[in-house]
């Protein structure tokens, strides 16, 4: 510490200053510091951190919690600030004298980690690189123990950051057949007679599709973000909080089958305007998850301290016996989120503004040969319950014959490439024809008239009083891994045409007339003939 020179005017050391500004009430240089680089990290993420809060539509409140496609990244946002308040002082008691080699080459990755983030715009990518950047400030600051501290609002953060699109969707189907079945089982057990046909229930006279915002999804995140919260109440170690956050996943599962029970039962015995609106049974299962994760936190809860302890501790800055920051704090710590600062605003001018990727125009004919056709209708639930996917519909039939004439239904979407939402069909998913209809089996298969892979299947409804025969292929489609790894990076689309170069799905579907391996046979000779007569119109799909 320096000395004071008595050479006729009287200096104060930084301490002294300090001090002097604590016991008059006034923000010390820590402070003032600190606050500028939180807002520095809030301007350079202010899509994450600032973004989500701006509900446009009140009327969509019931999208922040229950539709799987939408931003409801402002609830991790909210607890992760409020556990970084409630560790404000845990953080500073946890002050170095120096900063650490560690911290300066995880500046150097985030750097370009950020670029590409805003280069690209996935913004999920900027959530992980948010809590590298939260763990490596707090690292120069305090060490493991400052890294420590930062643990769980880093872990709220995390829980914001989505699963990529394709694998979103791969485990939200997963998720909509797991509730059609246990909404269907808890029915039975309460007496009733529901029939289940896909992930569609009838139950009375009404009919019941659980599409993907009756998946559960969301319900199981924002649990999970509550886990947090309960466990931050009852101030219990990270390791138990782990188990509360564990118990979220089943407790969100079994409790969107009640919900999707509550619906039923509702509209088909109250019929009530009121009812119209799923979102009060949301809330009220929501509300009984959090009650119910307070009261496991509550019984994990034990008499070690937290991990972070917010006890305020003695003030740093009244402290005559340390420096007022690290070695190389000063520097250090504004800079990095001056830079990405920097960053954020830069990339954007210099990086071209994508251009138009809306389709082509591209029909079916309504006759080819001796099939003609005509457009269906489309269903809006199935399979993509979202306007942003072109799809085309046609059914298909050849005159009268000795066999009598020939039926083949053809589906065919485009699959365009999006930030976040449900982007691509699952597997299993895509050889069926509508919501209420099941696989009865699914074998890999060979378009060879294309030379692609594909899945030929049989399918059924109505407790297998109807069959089809369904073979369907991808076009541009590097499987669940492939799109999943391209989607985490940003990189959806092979970015080669001017229309994006949307993956395409392609479904034939020909009805069995007799369920049996000669009817099966005909099937597949027809959906066969059929696609040898379209090889044309659908070869352009390649280059669409």
């Known amino acids: 510490m320096a000395s004071n020179e008595s050479n006729g005017s009287q200096e104060t050391t930084p301490m002294n200053d300090a001090s002097a500004a604590s016991r008059l009430g006034w923000p010390g240089q820590a402070t003032w510091l600190s606050i500028f680089i939180v807002l520095c990290v809030v301007v350079a993420f202010r899509s994450i951190l600032i973004t989500p809060f701006g509900l446009t539509d009140p009327a969509e409140f019931e999208y922040w919690f229950f539709i799987p496609n939408r931003d409801s990244g402002a609830v991790s946002v909210f607890i992760a600030a409020w556990f970084l308040w409630s560790r404000r002082h845990a953080l500073a ?122 998946s559960g999804w969301r319900g199981i995140q924002v649990l999970s973000v509550v886990a947090l919260a309960a466990s931050e109440l009852r101030e219990i170690s990270f390791r138990r909080t782990l188990w509360v956050v564990a118990a979220s996943i089943p407790l969100g599962i079994g409790l969107n089958i009640l919900r999707a029970c509550l619906v039923m039962l509702t509209q088909e015995e109250l019929k009530a305007e009121f009812f119209e609106s799923h979102t009060p049974q949301g809330i009220a299962v929501l509300l009984i998850g959090a009650v119910a994760l307070y009261a496991i936190a509550v019984r994990l809860q034990g008499d070690a301290d937290p991990v972070g302890p917010r006890s305020a501790g003695p003030n740093r800055e009244e402290s005559e016996g340390s420096s007022l920051f690290p070695s190389g704090w000063r520097t250090f710590g504004p800079s990095l989120p001056i830079v990405l600062v920097g960053f954020s605003i830069l990339i954007p001018v210099l990086r071209e503004a994508p251009g138009p990727t809306d389709q082509a125009a591209y029909d079916l004919p309504t006759s080819l040969g001796r099939w003609t056709g005509k457009k269906l209708k489309l269903d809006y639930f199935f399979p993509y319950s979202t306007p942003a996917n072109p799809q085309l519909h046609w059914e298909y039939r ?133 696609v040898d007569a379209f090889i044309l119109p659908l070869k352009v799909l390649e280059i669409r």
Not at 111 to 139: E, H, K, N, R
Not at 163 to 180: G, M
């Open 93 to 214: 008691e946890t002050q170095r004298e120096s900063i650490g080699w560690i911290q300066y080459v995880a500046a150097i990755a985030i750097l370009p980690a950020f670029w590409w983030a805003v280069w690209v715009s996935a913004q999920a990518l900027l959530i992980p690189v948010l809590c590298l950047t939260i763990a490596t400030l707090a690292g120069a600051w305090g060490g493991r123990s400052a890294v420590a501290v930062m643990v769980m609002p880093c872990a709220a953060l995390m829980l914001a950051f989505p699963p990529p699109a394709p694998l979103q969707a791969e485990i939200i189907w997963r998720l909509q057949n797991l509730t059609a079945d246990g909404a269907n089982q808890v029915l039975r057990l309460a007496g009733y007679a529901p029939q289940l046909e896909g992930t569609e229930l009838r139950l009375g006279n009404h009919a019941f599709v659980i599409i993907e915002a009756c």
């Open 398 to 530: 050849t005159p009268d014959g000795p066999t009598g004439a020939q039926l083949a239904d053809l589906f065919i979407a485009w699959e365009t490439p999006k930030p976040s939402g449900l982007d691509r069909m699952p597997d299993s998913k895509v050889v069926l024809p509508a919501s209420d209809w099941t696989v009865v089996s699914r074998d890999a298969a060979k378009v060879w008239q294309f030379g692609l892979d594909a899945q030929e299947a049989i399918v059924a409804r109505a407790d297998h009083s109807k069959f089809s025969y369904v073979i369907a292929w991808r076009v541009r489609d590097r499987g669940l891994l492939g799109e999943s790894l391209l989607s985490l990076l940003g990189l959806a689309g092979c970015g080669e045409s001017e229309n994006g170069c949307p993956r395409v799905v392609v479904r034939v579907t020909v009805p069995v007339f007799h369920d049996d391996a000669d009817g099966r046979r005909r099937a597949k000779e027809t959906a066969n003939q059929f």
